[in-house]
């Protein structure tokens, strides 16, 4: 969605490295070039305007002028202000103290409210509520029916007493929701409303009567990343006739320039409370606006990554792996690899993964290349072996290769690569796991190898370790003997002195009369 605008920037402070003072020539330049990329991006005219004058007068301020990198300063002072107008703080949903909490969704139809609405109650299921989906849309045909569908898939009830199509009265529908979910016990109520391909006073009035049936508590407005401009006078239209609390972007997977993401917040003053970035039901999280700042600057989302990782990954077989690899466990075996990679395909498509990463924005074109089937055979090459096979690769001879490789529907080129490869990121692992650091790589703080260790092609000769070795007898009894009167020795050695010489007495009121303390000094000793 941000590329062009990620790349632009990118490029911008590409060129600002290695000044060690900036210009008021530098800064306007610098200015003019994030000028253009968010104009590019399809940012509207007044936020660019209020955008590039803040950028440019704290820019011109001392926390640049007296930085030790400006470059880094500028990109600093860039992605506060990105935060700042995509909402500052991360908004959370307000719910009800008593009753049901009613959250309901507005905006044009095809922006994607009814698959918004299952992705929504999927959410609230995770964060342990029970979510009550209402079929409010009875304008659109077979909307009540994708709305049904949706419901089953994510294991969530639909109130949708009319068959819509035209037919049925959606506010009485509405209003009859709040009863039946006090009645089942359900604490939220999603109410999904018909829309239309562009804003009338029909639509309005239609949502307008749902709002004052039900008094939501959220009103959400869902809107379509990708329609640009656009967005931002549909969501000025519906906050003038219906009002809103908050933004849902939907379609932040797609290609278009996203401007209305910067834009929509900045205009209505309304925060982005959810993104939708992909067609399952589960690309669907929480809008983060400091993350958001840090993917448009390539510098990442970690943190997304992460919170993705500890809901798909089994901690308890996670540890069983991390055992194996540390030798605890036994070997890490092939069945191991294929169960990690198998938890790795529930966080989603490997480039999106990848493209959380800081810098991976600069391989855009190898992440867009990149075949998400190659796991498919990696997995079903694994998946050709017998038992024996997966937990001892070793005994795969050329028969047994030839049998995976006809198995799998691949080449037997393809096994060898598969096995060589596994043989080679084990031994990797596992000397990471043990703190070892990387093969061929000088020690790192915290991974083994220590500065001061001998690194790689610095061993210590047989010569240098015997020479700093005490020589023992190979007789038991005398080595004994030899240990016992050393102990003896270490015992009876005066205890180390912090004030001076072993054996010196020291004088501890004089020592400390010499030390010529403050006259005020004593309070601080009480």
Known sequence: ?????????????????GKGRLSDADIDATAREIRIALLEADVALPVVKEFVAAVKERARGEEVSQALNPAQQVVKIVHEELVEILGGETRRLRYAKSGPTVIMLAGLQGAGKTTLAAKLALWLKDQQKSPLLVACDLQRPNAVQQLQVNGERVGVPVYAPEAGNGVGDPVSVARASIEEARRTLHDVVIIDTAGRLGVDAEMMQQAADIRDAVQPDETLFVVDAMIGQDAVGTAQAFLDGVGFDGVVLTKLDGDARGGAALSVRSVTGRPVMFASNGEKLTDFDVFHPDRMASRILDMGDVMTLIEQAEKAFDSEQAMKAAEKLTGKG???????????????RKLGSMSKILGMLPGMGQMREQLENFDEREIDRIQA???????????????????????????????????????????????????MARGGGMP?????PGMGGMPGAPGPGKRKTKAAQKKGKKRTSGNPAKAAQAAAAARQKDSERPAANP????????????????????????????
Do not use: H
């Open 1 to 17: 969605m941000f590329a062009t605008l990620s790349d632009r920037l990118s490029s911008t402070f590409r060129d600002l490295r």
């Open 330 to 344: 036994g070997d890490f075996t092939l069945e191991d690899f294929l169960q990690q990679m198998q938890q790795v």
């Open 381 to 431: 090459i694994i998946q050709s072996m017998t038992p024996a096979e997966r937990d001892n690769p070793k005994i795969i001879d050329g028969s047994r290769r030839a049998r995976i490789a006809k198995g799998s529907g691949r080449q037997v080129s393809d096994v060898n690569n598969l096995v060589d490869r596994f043989f080679e990121a084990r031994k990797m692992m596992q000397q």
């Open 440 to 444: 061929g790589m000088p020690g790192m």
């Open 499 to 526: 004030f001076g010489m072993p054996n010196e007495d020291v004088d501890y009121e004089k020592a400390a009369a010499d030390l010529q303390l403050p006259k005020d000094f004593s309070k601080f000793l009480k």
